[in-house]
């Protein structure tokens, strides 16, 4: 997504991989992760095979446009999958965030400081934006909404130190974690966790997080601790 000329140009193929992402996390949380703190164990499923399916599409999206595989979930089917639906309100809420991340570039223009400082000022607003939107019921979905945004940046771009222009997606995950500052044992510090392990997984960076801890939030801060001294530049 982009904000030039007054205008918020948003791009298909990073939405169908946003999509892609949001339904990988969370079914990996819902299906491999839950199973494994409830009953000692995982089991691979049809569900995760295809969730893994189709977040390997979601990410050969970089290199070039392809059509959504009819054989994979989607928005439109519900049909047989009840994760599309709640999928369907996170990535809303992910592209919210990006929305405002996009409007707040406008608005505030023309910005004043670094062009770093400047996407940390847009975060700021499309933050305090999506925050003033929680109502009690939906609080869950709109911080894994931003969560899964800034996630889809992270994998799409899988550099954790600062570019010229834009702070790390890394960097912006932990700031917005902060600034929610949910009770140790709320859910998302879970799904955050996962995020991490999957991109060092992926990317071959070899860090050594903790597997267990007192809680889901002390292994996250740990984990972003490594991250961060370890300086690993890719």
Same mark, same amino acid.
């Given at each position: 997504?982009?904000?030039?000329?007054?205008?918020? !140009?948003? @791009?298909?193929? #990073?939405?169908? $991989?946003?999509?892609?992402?949001?339904?990988?996390? %969370?079914?990996?949380?819902?299906?491999?992760?839950?199973?494994?703190?409830?009953?000692?164990?995982?089991?691979?499923?049809?569900?995760?095979?295809?969730?893994?399916?189709?977040?390997?599409?979601?990410?050969?999206?970089?290199?070039?446009?392809?059509?959504?595989?009819?054989?994979?979930?989607?928005?439109?089917?519900?049909?047989?999958?009840?994760?599309?639906? !709640?999928? @369907?309100?996170? #990535?809303?809420? $992910?592209?919210?965030?990006?929305?405002?991340?996009? %409007?707040?570039?406008?608005?505030?223009?023309?910005?004043?400081?670094?062009?770093?400082?400047?996407?940390?000022?847009?975060?700021?607003?499309?933050?305090?934006?999506?925050?003033?939107?929680?109502?009690?019921?939906?609080?869950?979905?709109?911080?894994?909404?931003?969560?899964?945004?800034?996630?889809?940046?992270?994998?799409?771009?899988?550099?954790?130190?600062?570019?010229?222009?834009?702070?790390?997606?890394?960097?912006?995950?932990?700031?917005?974690?902060?600034?929610?500052?949910?009770?140790?044992?709320?859910?998302?510090?879970?799904?955050?966790?996962?995020?991490?392990?999957?991109?060092?997984?992926?990317?071959?960076?070899?860090?050594?997080?903790?597997?267990?801890?007192?809680?889901?939030?002390?292994?996250?801060?740990?984990?972003?601790?490594?991250?961060?001294?370890?300086?690993?530049?890719?």
């Amino acid at each position: 997504a982009m904000a030039s000329f007054g205008k918020i !140009i948003m @791009n298909e193929p #990073f939405m169908c $991989a946003l999509w892609s992402f949001c339904y990988y996390y %969370f079914v990996m949380h819902e299906e491999y992760v839950v199973p494994y703190y409830n009953e000692g164990k995982s089991v691979k499923n049809q569900i995760l095979d295809e969730a893994e399916k189709l977040f390997q599409w979601g990410k050969s999206l970089r290199n070039g446009y392809s059509c959504w595989p009819q054989d994979l979930p989607m928005p439109t089917q519900y049909a047989g999958n009840s994760y599309v639906h !709640i999928v @369907n309100q996170i #990535f809303l809420y $992910a592209m919210n965030f990006i929305m405002c991340h996009e %409007f707040a570039h406008i608005v505030k223009a023309p910005q004043k400081g670094t062009l770093i400082e400047q996407e940390r000022e847009a975060d700021d607003v499309a933050f305090e934006l999506l925050l003033k939107g929680r109502d009690g019921n939906n609080d869950f979905t709109i911080y894994l909404g931003v969560i899964m945004g800034l996630a889809t940046l992270i994998v799409l771009n899988s550099n954790i130190k600062d570019s010229p222009t834009h702070p790390s997606s890394i960097s912006r995950l932990d700031t917005f974690m902060k600034r929610i500052n949910l009770e140790e044992t709320h859910t998302l510090w879970c799904i955050t966790t996962i995020i991490l392990h999957d991109w060092n997984m992926r990317n071959d960076f070899e860090y050594v997080f903790p597997m267990e801890s007192d809680t889901f939030k002390s292994r996250y801060e740990e984990m972003m601790r490594i991250i961060k001294n370890q300086r690993h530049y890719v």
